[in-house]
């Protein structure tokens, strides 16, 4: 790992971190970029170098087997993870993922940046993350219901509306809640809101498909104003097709931006008078509805898609921000550099850290304004908290509620990103660690060492 630190303290914390876990470097690019933003506050209070270290080990890790029957009658392994990180100011509170590319580093960065996105929300959350490397595409929806109950038989185990409350996350939709939902009732015989993003015949909460996308723009927009601007008229690079994408695309366009750009894994489409609703709506259909590629959509006459391509070049065309919303580590130095040529000057992060280390430090060196994962994206995990609230006390809140307490949150999200960004001298990428981690410490403290 690359060492920039300025603190010998940290520096040397961070390579007992790396002693560790020396394999996991989705994990340890994660807690490097914590720590390297964290030293100004180290440097006021020298006292968190002791919580630090225990902040980067988790509380618990549960690994198991999750053995399943697909509809020909064979017989599948796969490994389940639930990483309960951090339970200082609440029940551990993150999503699950199901992907092939899931493993212990992946969940471990996830988790351990969900402490302080949880944090920064207001609300009373610890921070977790699990999943499994099976991958639902191609799986039939018995197979994956025949997953997601063997899944949850183990999971049951470690959960409880106030003990640890998943979510879903990266191939774990509603259709996969309710098929988690179903066997952890069933096994149980209790009807309690041990998980979110549930349908909304059975517990979910209105506006929680679109907070994550919604949120991410509610925060892009705190970051224009505080520099006497807004949306209105900015052209935007969007990465991705899925719940996160397509709903900062439909809050964007409502704010009055163009959006230029939608990407899955195998290329993007570029429409350079912007995608309109009807258009949106198709590529909804398209990707999120049959589950299909980004090559299937009917573009414009204008517009065209890229295959094998990102979209940060825009394909020699301009604009102003820039929401990646895919998936992590997908903008890399040479991503960077071409966002830049292209005209960028904000980055908001509608994934989890979908930025290098490297592309970051572009970013600050070319003076383009910065919102990190943790604080741009936690719009979801807070309608998640309001979910959680709402299960608690048996209400629903209306989406107009429901909207307004994002935008709050969103707001508040951002005001302690900035003020402890003044006060520590540093950025708001800085800022968003700082104020996070200075919530959890003090509780961290306050309880005494465990």
């Known amino acids: 790992m690359p060492g920039k630190f300025i603190s010998k303290e940290v520096e040397n914390l961070f390579q007992k971190v790396v002693k560790r876990d020396p394999d996991q470097k989705e994990f340890l690019q994660a807690v490097e970029e914590v720590f390297q933003t964290l030293e100004p506050a180290v440097k006021k209070r020298p006292e968190l170098i002791a919580v630090l270290e225990r902040l980067a080990e988790p509380e618990r890790v549960v690994s198991f087997r999750v053995a399943w029957q697909d509809d020909k009658g064979e017989q599948h392994v796969n490994r389940g993870f639930r990483v309960q990180f951090s339970s200082a100011i609440g029940p551990y509170k993150g999503g699950l993922r199901f992907h092939p590319s899931v493993n212990l580093s992946i969940i471990k960065f996830?988790?351990?940046?969900?402490?302080?996105?949880?944090?920064?929300?207001?609300?009373?959350?610890?921070?977790?993350?699990?999943?499994?490397?099976?991958?639902?595409?191609?799986?039939?929806?018995?197979?994956?219901?025949?997953?997601?109950?063997?899944?949850?038989?183990?999971?049951?185990?470690?959960?409880?509306?106030?003990?640890?409350?998943p979510a879903g996350d990266i191939g774990v939709s509603p259709r996969e809640v309710g098929f988690l939902f179903g066997q952890y009732k069933r096994l149980r015989n209790e009807y309690a809101g041990i998980l979110t993003g549930k349908g909304l015949t059975f517990g979910g909460s209105l506006i929680r498909p679109e907070a994550t996308g919604y949120g991410l723009v509610y925060f892009v927009e705190e970051m224009l104003q505080d520099k006497g601007d807004s949306l209105?008229?900015?052209?935007?690079?969007?990465?991705?097709?899925?719940?996160?994408?397509?709903?900062?695309?439909?809050?964007?366009?409502?704010?009055g931006a163009t959006v230029l750009t939608v990407s899955d894994s195998k290329g993007y489409i570029y429409e350079p008078e912007g995608i309109s609703k009807e258009l949106l709506d198709h590529i909804n259909d398209v990707k999120v509805a049959k589950r299909g590629s980004l090559s299937d959509v009917k573009t414009t006459?204008?517009?065209?898609?890229?295959?094998?391509?990102?979209?940060?070049?825009?394909?020699?065309?301009?604009?102003?921000?820039a929401l990646p919303c895919a998936t992590q580590n997908e903008i890399e130095i040479e991503d960077a550099k071409a966002l830049v040529k292209a005209g960028c000057k904000l980055v908001a992060e509608g994934a989890n850290m979908p930025s290098t280390s490297e592309a970051i430090d572009y970013y600050h060196q070319n003076k383009v304004e910065y919102g990190p994962g943790k604080a741009a994206n936690a719009g979801g995990v807070a309608v998640s908290g309001l979910e959680m609230s709402q299960n608690s006390m048996r209400l629903n809140w209306t989406s107009e509620e429901v909207d307004q307490k994002l935008k709050d949150i969103m707001k508040a999200i951002f005001k302690s990103c900035k003020e402890a960004a003044d006060e520590y001298n540093t950025n708001i990428q800085g800022g968003a660690n700082i104020a996070g981690c200075l919530k959890v410490a003090d509780a961290m403290i306050a309880q005494g060492l465990y």
């Open 110 to 165: 996830l988790g351990f940046e969900q402490i302080f996105k949880n944090a920064l929300t207001t609300l009373p959350m610890g921070g977790g993350k699990g999943g499994s490397d099976f991958d639902p595409k191609g799986r039939s929806t018995n197979e994956i219901m025949r997953f997601c109950q063997a899944f949850m038989t183990e999971l049951q185990r470690h959960i409880g509306k106030d003990t640890d409350v």
């Open 232 to 255: 209105k008229g900015k052209k935007v690079a969007v990465s991705g097709a899925g719940n996160v994408s397509i709903y900062a695309v439909e809050k964007c366009l409502e704010l």
């Open 301 to 321: 006459s204008n517009g065209k898609y890229l295959d094998g391509k990102r979209p940060w070049g825009l394909d020699g065309g301009k604009y102003d921000i």
